[in-house]
């Protein structure tokens, strides 16, 4: 009886184990409805985010330092996106519009994966339509190889061969991710979260206004 | 007076929906379901049209081309999403089988405008030339909708 009560109990052991030994490995982000939270308790070390140094669509040079206090709410895109990063940018210049005073605590950015058409001119044009707060940010080659790279997100020229150099289409990773001012991954939003789940997020880690 | 602006206001109602309405085309066998595109941001080179095509024939048929004056090109574009990122690809053609309406959407199938010519200012209407195998040519108006819309204004499909 002992002994198959000991059995029972190391079955469910090695059953935890496996399962977070398995999420543990599962490649991030990989989240396909709405937004999904990495608790920051006894959270695995998936390590996303980390330092950057890019150029503001302001002219400015900003890293992960430059924002003090804010919560970063960041998103992965282009402007030649007729679809998907318009849609995104919108969904979340709506969410902060319907959270009241806590949208100040936000730095939301836009950060290209096409530095090489979204200079900081095309970039200012394009983010501050969506929101008055939305920082574009462009860099070198490298310099934006190594913030995808922090956050984990994927992005390639669609036709790596291709020799256009004006209407070449990227592939890039649709996550919308919130980080806190200490730089923790709070959580991720899908590209299918509506602006009412990105304001039910924020508003979940937004600490209340103080003034 | 209050009967008067009652009457204005209904008459400005009516505008407004008219014009909003959807607007429809038919080629031979083919229905093109109102085209329509978001605003351009900017001075934003990309944008998207798109529209539903129907086939009330009998067999199947093909969108192969389509033109605009609008942009220095355009293509039949899918997306598709494979672990969180998203891909969008040219397609040879869109097929649109009978009695299956095919949706150009947000997301989806799109009709990709490359290097506009003009930005795409809300309220005006831009011409798109669809070339279908059978059917034949035929151009339709692309209505401009705010550049925050996810659907055609007027045909409220959620969750489609």
């Known amino acids: ?211 | 007076m209050k009967r008067f602006l009652c009457a204005l206001a209904l008459w400005a109602l009516s505008g407004m929906a008219q014009n909003a309405w959807a607007h429809d085309y038919t080629l031979g066998d083919i229905a093109i379901g109102h085209p329509w595109a978001r605003a351009s941001i900017g001075q934003a080179k990309a944008g998207a049209a798109y529209l539903t095509l129907s086939n009330d024939g009998a067999e199947t048929d093909r969108l192969i081309a389509v033109e605009t004056p609008a942009a220095k090109k355009a293509e039949i574009h899918t997306h598709s999403m494979e672990n969180g990122v998203m891909k969008m690809r040219p397609v040879e053609a869109a097929e649109i089988p009978p009695g299956a309406p095919v949706m150009f959407q947000p997301g989806g199938l799109h009709v990709m405008l490359m290097g506009l010519k003009a930005p795409l200012v809300e309220g005006e209407r831009f011409p798109l030339i669809l070339i279908f195998e059978k059917a034949g040519r035929i151009e339709v108006m692309v209505a401009v909708q705010p550049a925050t819309s996810a659907e055609p204004v007027m045909e409220h499909k959620h969750g489609s």
Request: charged letters at 15%.
């Open chain 1, 1 to 211: 009886m002992r002994r198959s009560t000991l059995v029972v109990g190391l079955a469910i052991l090695a059953a935890i184990l496996a399962g977070s030994v398995a999420w543990y490995l599962t490649p991030m982000p990989n989240p396909d409805g709405q937004a999904f939270t990495v608790s920051k308790s006894n959270a695995p070390p998936v390590s996303v985010g980390g330092p950057f140094e890019l150029t503001a669509h302001t002219g400015e040079a900003v890293t992960d330092k430059s924002f003090g206090d804010k919560y970063l709410l960041i998103f992965f895109g282009y402007t030649f996106c007729p679809d998907v990063c318009p849609t995104t940018l919108n969904d979340v210049a709506v969410a902060l519009d319907s959270i009241g005073m806590r949208a100040d605590l936000v730095q939301p950015l836009f950060i290209t994966v096409d530095p090489a058409r979204d200079t900081p001119e095309v970039l200012a044009d394009y983010v501050t339509a969506f929101y008055p707060s939305i920082l574009g940010l462009t860099g070198t080659p490298e310099q934006i190889a190594q913030v995808a790279k922090a956050y984990r997100a994927y992005y390639a020229k669609a036709d790596p061969k291709t020799e256009d150099t004006e209407f070449y289409l990227m592939d890039h990773s649709v996550m919308l991710y919130l980080m806190s001012p200490e730089g923790q991954l709070l959580t991720l939003f899908s590209h299918t979260a509506s602006p009412e789940d990105i304001a039910k997020g924020l508003m979940k880690y937004l600490p209340q206004p103080t003034s």
